[in-house]
């Protein structure tokens, strides 16, 4: 216990609380029970300690992959804890912990004045715990880095969020602005490149070989316990991943996938459905509603360009890239289908057709909110926006 209690302290110590990302503001800390879940790599042990530091209450951190739980329930740690007058405890890996559903649900029923903030991996479906916790818990999740975000970190360009609205109603002086500040078009190119995950201020040289090494843990460590599959299953999606890596964008034939692979339909499915989970991949459906893992998706992309460049071992085709980031930007707020006409649809309202500088309108003229949206412009006009101002919207 006294280890723990050391830990805690030399972990908050050397810590600097740097740059902050945009759930800090979203989430309602005065919740007793509150769920961080995202990808490795995202930020979610520095967002915990950033608030930790503001907690007036005695607090500790506990990550939960610490060999100690191996033998020792969280339960009788907690208690144990509260006796010394600890009441905030923030507990980081918690998907490294195999009751931590029954533990956590206790937790909270037996300790009224007591809060509880935990993070964990994204495959981490809180709806699965024998606790019941659905009802308890606060869940918020985690993305990468936004364009915005990363423009803070590399520029010192500080600019809000900017809503979907906004953007369509303003988009020409919001762009003239913010391209005022910044060589927008040489930072957008590295942000597809490097920009999505933090750790990449660490080293750009060894980013893609460290993102690489991070997919295979997801895969490895947090999916395959929790779902318990198999070598055969792993190895498959590894070569599921690497197929989509290629394609531009890929339109799955399921049924030839299955044959190549050597797996059932449904199984293949189901993988697509559990890498989605673990935000390797981004499933655009003509419909979210009433969707299962059955339902064969329209496209499929790599959740986010980073993995892109990581991946291929070619050179990373322009389409898809500009697919990729819209998609993985948008769908953070927003609910975004793949349309009658147009690449995209967003909140069953919004038509875009995403392309480059030199994009028309004849995909999707005569459709009602119909807009081109543009790489290669820093600024647009009328009803074609440019691709790299999305990357505001969180």
Do not use: C
Not at 4 to 21: A, D, W, Y
């Amino acid at each position: 216990m006294e280890r723990l209690i050391k830990t805690s302290e030399k972990t908050i110590k050397g810590f600097n609380q740097g740059f902050k990302r945009y759930l800090i503001d979203q989430v309602d800390w005065d919740q007793r029970l509150i769920l961080i879940l995202g990808h490795r790599g995202v930020g979610k042990t520095t967002l915990l300690l950033q608030q930790m530091q503001k907690r007036q209450a005695k607090a500790i951190y506990l990550t939960l992959d610490d060999f100690h739980f191996e033998s020792n329930r969280l339960v009788l740690v907690i208690e144990a804890l509260y006796d010394l007058g600890y009441r905030s405890f923030y507990l980081d890996e918690v998907h490294r912990y195999i009751h931590w559903s029954v533990d956590l649900k206790n937790l909270y029923d037996n300790f009224p004045d007591v809060h509880f903030i935990v993070s964990g991996s994204s495959i981490l479906e809180i709806q699965k715990g024998k606790g019941d916790l659905s009802r308890r818990a606060a869940v918020y999740h985690l993305a990468g880095l936004s364009f915005r975000e990363y423009l803070m970190l590399e520029n010192q360009i500080d600019h809000p969020p900017i809503s979907l609205n906004e953007i369509l109603a303003n988009h020409q002086a919001l762009s003239e602005s913010i391209t005022d500040q910044a060589d927008i078009t040489k930072l957008f190119k590295k942000y597809l490149e490097f920009g999505y995950y933090p750790f990449y201020l660490e080293s750009e040289n060894l980013y893609k070989s460290r993102l690489l090494e991070t997919t295979q843990v997801v895969l490895e460590m947090d999916l395959s316990p929790w779902e318990d599959l198999t070598h055969k299953t792993i190895r498959n999606m590894k070569k599921l991943i690497f197929i989509i890596s290629e394609s531009v964008p890929f339109i799955p034939n399921i049924s030839k996938l299955a044959e190549k692979l050597e797996v059932s339909r449904n199984t293949i499915l189901k993988t697509l459905d559990l890498l989605e989970q673990a935000q390797i991949l981004n499933l655009l459906r003509q419909s979210t509603r009433g969707v299962s893992f059955l339902q064969k998706p329209e496209k499929i992309y790599l959740q986010n360009t980073n993995l892109a460049f990581a991946l291929s071992t070619y050179a990373s085709n322009q389409g898809n890239l500009r697919e990729t980031f819209f998609l993985n930007q948008v769908r953070q707020s927003h609910e975004v289908t793949l349309p009658k006409y147009g690449d995209f649809i967003v909140d069953d309202s919004y038509v875009f057709e995403i392309g480059g500088a030199g994009k028309t309108a004849t995909q999707i003229q005569g459709v009602p909110n119909a807009y081109i949206v543009a790489d290669n412009i820093k600024i647009g006009s009328g009803n074609k926006t440019p691709l790299w101002i999305f990357g505001f919207l969180y």
